[in-house]
């Protein structure tokens, strides 16, 4: 079976372009004629894989929208070394939008929730780039965000979890590896859907692997490669270090890692959004 790679997921963009899709954003207007394909890359962990991946995109003249996290515990979306990454995004012709994590115990009113929103929002527009798309979408999405989403309205704001988008056209994640890459050919190449929603993290397909404890394990050194990089401006470790913590030594935490996961298997169930 296919694994997830960047070589599959650029099988996937010459299929959907080879069916006669067009790739458009969350706020064009939908004329009615023509296929079309909103595809979206929410940047969970590495914004290195996303950049990555949004070259692959302007390889094929197709622009994607990437949700940006204000409050992630690994990257810092404010430093110097991340709006660089985001300038490239927006360089090769994407969309930069806010990937919303919502707090543990949502707010009671939507109002309330409204607000935290627009309050990233305003942390993106203000402090990243005043060319964010005014739109968003939850992060790590639980039953409880999609029931009270669906019809979440929020001045100046595209709900990208609104029914418009994933109810009254096809919606389909990579989110955990939710559909093989056969299944999503089928999807994109059997041509019976005019429209589709499709979500692909940059770390699926960058990181690339079989199942998604191997994808993860293998994200791991692009978190490290990203935080190192304050840690080299650093005089006394640039003596040892100055171009980084050496390959062959991530290589081999990567190999340590898989090998000590795989023997002792899965403890719980987590999630991707």
């Known amino acids: 079976m296919p694994t997830y790679s960047i070589e599959n997921y650029r099988f996937l963009l010459r299929t959907a372009l080879d069916q006669g899709y067009q790739f458009v954003g969350f706020l ?3 004329d009615g004629i023509g296929r079309r394909i909103y595809l979206r890359h929410d940047v969970d962990y590495s914004l290195e894989m996303a950049v990555e991946l949004a070259r692959v995109d302007a390889e094929f003249g197709i622009a994607s929208t990437f949700c940006l996290l204000v409050r992630s515990q690994i990257y810092n979306l404010l430093s110097k070394f991340s709006l660089q990454h985001v300038d490239e995004i927006l360089t090769l012709g994407h969309s930069v939008a806010l990937h919303y994590a919502a707090p543990a115990v949502l707010p009671s009113s939507d109002a309330e929730l409204a607000a935290l929103v627009l309050e990233d929002f305003s942390i993106v527009q203000r402090n990243v780039t005043a060319l964010v798309l005014p739109a968003f979408a939850w992060h790590n999405v639980t039953a ?14 595209a709900n990208i979890y609104g029914r418009s988008f994933i109810r009254d056209i096809p919606y389909f994640s990579d989110s955990n590896m939710r559909y093989s890459v056969g299944e ?21 397909w960058v990181a690339g692997g079989g199942d998604m404890m191997q994808i993860l394990v293998r994200t791991w050194p692009y978190v490290i490669r990203e935080r190192e990089l304050d840690m080299r401006l650093n005089r006394e470790w640039a003596k040892y270090a100055a171009t980084g913590i050496p390959t062959g030594v991530l290589d081999d935490f990567v190999t340590g890692l898989e090998r000590s996961l795989r023997n002792s298997g899965p403890t719980s169930h987590g999630s991707q959004g």
């Open 28 to 30: 064009d207007p939908d």
């Open 144 to 157: 409880e965000l999609i029931s009270r989403g669906l019809n979440l309205e929020i001045p100046g704001l």
């Open 184 to 204: 999503f050919e089928e999807i994109i190449g059997h041509g019976r859907h005019r429209s589709l929603h499709l979500l692909f993290h940059p770390l699926n």
